[in-house]
């Protein structure tokens, strides 16, 4: 593991105050199972996978053809192309930190040339889109609502970023160009500037990361005045309104997430980011409320978010059909951000627990087992059998139930690439006191404390499978080791053994801590109980009333008609679910013949594996 | 009453053979109630207003920029803003023979000058449109997914049949407008022509209608060309699939409508016109399975179809959420349109049997009271209260709950106004024996058996306030008097008051016939039981699951806060529905207070017409 040479921990979001101090991937590594496997399987395929894509499909070609002088004719890719080779680029530069790759490594000369590319298309006033501004082509910022300029642009910030915590002096110039790039937009859009937004929040959280990053508190100070330009009503109003942009009520006055739910958590995180840095209590207080109301009445048992197929939108509060649960990739990874960054202010467990459940049930259902093809939107309910994607095309969006290799629009493949090369960043936090783990998975960490101690763990768990995560000291310190026990964790029990024997204590959800003069080789496990349980929806949900969801510790799992043997409609739920070998079995009546199976259910996120199937989450008791 | 001296019926819906023989505007005459009210506020208000607004928007004054050769700058609507006017022309052509008005009453002089603009337009090889081909415009037929030229001629062909039928001697010139569009399209569609279909189904009713009123069997001959074209992908493949434009299956394949429910609706009533005409059992029985699925599985409670908001589209059977329903008004009409057609040729009455419901609880429910303002889309539960409709704006399609003057696609008003005006042709037909009755209200019917019987009757009702349907015969005739008794009237009862007295008989759902030499002031009365009845869904339909609808004869019942007292996301079921003093009254628990209240329940067509307020059809029981 190399020790990066900059102050701030390699990860990708370190604000400069609040309740927890991030970790880097020089300081937290997965080293194994089920997020490991995914890490390994996103290194291996998924990259190659999609850097072969934004080339065949023309989106880094762009770069060469505006560097050739023959834009726009042979431009290619929707107006956010751009933003999907800067998601590939950060991913890169995670993954670059994560396996430790040498500056002559394959990845890391895949990371330079792809730089060289971008970087020989940027203006001389650090100006870089390949959809606007040529002769031929829409001037720039000519079309705020949907030429997604700036939001190709906070893609870039965040890319930058990545790179210049994990690779700090490196000089293959993407800093660079980031930050001309954000002194552009500084001078285009600040307080004497254009009153702008862009149609698509990002750029928000990416110029306040890169602000944190450089030590440029102007970066901030825009990112703020985006943030506050909110809701006003700058945008053209279009069919959806202009909820879709989030431009329809001021961030500090809203009372949930509302609108495109990519946008809208994308704002958010830029909210939160903005509210920190500034000391700024109240907008933090609004959205932390805003993130309440959301989890409470807008987010689906799989911590999916977005109801409305049509504008990919949060519908109204309770609305949340299963069948025509949107729940976009994009989206869960906007929520994972949001959540983040206030844990990061607040230290919070709940907000770890959303994480949890986003993770295991969207994210991880995303990608295809041999990480070459993805989900888009998940549906919790799926009624027709899907059709298997061409394997050479390009698929819509949400239309197919089957993991599709690329879309016309592709925002999710590479939004899943940079947050598995990135997800140890998600494990643990530093405070004055110790350490505290807010995500389960074999792993190590070592992390320095302000005042000099090290803090040195290995972690070692077959979660989700397992319950038990035993956490090894392997230095001497004192120090307080803080875990999250989940919410649904309602027997789960703390051990502690060491010089002094075993101690046990049980552990309520929240959070729970062991301070202690540790000694090298004491462990602490705990024991969460992986119990399958049947999940009854809140009463106002009115699109599932009379059915449940199976679930078993962090995992929702799913009826597939693969087991069930027919048509899923057919199914309804006839005893309490119980785990048989290692799987759990749902007594299910057949509603037509009136038989009843033993029937085994599958994670979630395991949907679909088998071939095209019928599923659902949410199973009829009536 | 005036007998116009065509031969065929003054009617929109005429065809050479089945079952039924259709009975005209100069045959059948609503007389007062329910209907009645409602052809009265559309002759008065919603005509002027929708005049007004094809004014005021520029779609009329495109005509005129036509022939002044200032298109395209000027031009303003949408591609198919052509449509609204003939649709508008068909509305103005029926209510002039509705109301009898003479040649130089108010009504036909308007229709004469708007006739006029229009016939200005078009050019000399019979082309008309204002969207395409003129220097600067594109070319005609170069967009056949979404340049609607050949929809916008479907609804000129069917204004033309109303005139036609209504008017056979009139010089207005539109029948003759139509004709040459009609021949053009022969010419650029048919066998030795294009290949191609248009994006949205119409021109096929619409040819199928003026061959059969104009004795053109080339007409015809086209409508079945474009009909057997769908299914086989000449059209571009778009984001929501090929089955949007019902592209994606040949039609006589197809197992269920499905795509936009509009284009689905009126082509599959344009291909019953070519089955009917040519004598085509295959494709008509292949059109009576897919109307049997489409009933059973992909329509609400209401009679509305269409449950995606994305693509206005049908959803997978049994997706019917009544949140997200977007059953649209045009939808409602199309799926009459599709109805009647099979009832003419089947002589069924769950036709007329959907016809009633879809007309009680869809059509009857997007107007406004004043007649200037209308639902495009029709939900069946509405958790946040709408805001009012800017009264002199023009409205998202689906973007209030409220009803409003006017959209940006302002399908409905036109359509609903047409349909309301030619209401009296879709309440009677005849055969050879006799006439029979599908709908009720007060009306009279003079009609004459091709053996020359004449059959004279006149219907009183308070339908469906109340359930008694006196038919008073007008005049000594021997025939067969059938009446639909609908399935949800269990326990109906018909009596005949005659010279013999008294006669009761139980009338099982279906048809009931009474066939008798009938003297003058028999009276022929059926008895529908309204009982107030609690409706448990389907078990397949998974959104109303533990919920039940309360109707009472054709009307779908609604829960709205207006009497519930707060929001009706509180409210389960806590009793049996019973009437009360004229009211239908349902216990109510609250269920945050615990506390049951007896809660009157509107019509659900009533719903929002005493201001904002969160609304549902399916109240929950547990």
Redo the contacts between chains.
Sequence with gaps: MTMSDTTAPAAPVVPTRGRLRPLGLDEVRITGGFWGDRQAINGEATLAHIESRLESEGWLPNYDLAVAGTLPEGRRGREFADSEVYKYLEALAWEISRTDAAADAPLEQRFRRVVTRVAAAQEPDGYLNTMFGRPGQAPRWSDLEWGHELYCLGHLFQAAVARHRTRPDADDGLVEVARRAAELVCREFGPAGRDAICGHAEVEVGLAELGRALDEPRFIAQAALFVERHGHGSLREI???QEYFQDDVPVRDAEALRGHAVRANYLASGATDVAVEGGDTALLDALRAQWDRTVERRTYVTGGQGS???DEAF?????L????AYSETCAGIGSIMFSWRLLLATGEARHADLIERTLFNVVATSPASDGRGFYYANTL?Q??PGVPADPDGTS??A?SSLRAPWF?VSCCPPNVARTFASLAAYLATADDDGVQLHQYAPASVRTTLPDGRVVALDIETGYPVDGSIRVTIVDDAAFTLSLRVPAWATDAVLRVHSGDGLAEHPAAPGTVEVARAFRAGDIVELVLPLTVRATAPH??V??????VAIERGPEVLALESVDFGSDI?DAVVAGDPVESDGRVVLPVLH?STGDVVETPLVAYHDWARRGPSTMRV?V?T?
Tied chains: 1, 2.
């Design positions: 069919e959806w309104g409305h197929h049509q519908g109204d509060d309770w609305e059909p299963p069948d025509r309910h009624r027709v819509k969006r239309s016309e009463p106002m009115d699109a599932v009333r009379g059915s409609g509603r949410w009829p009536i």
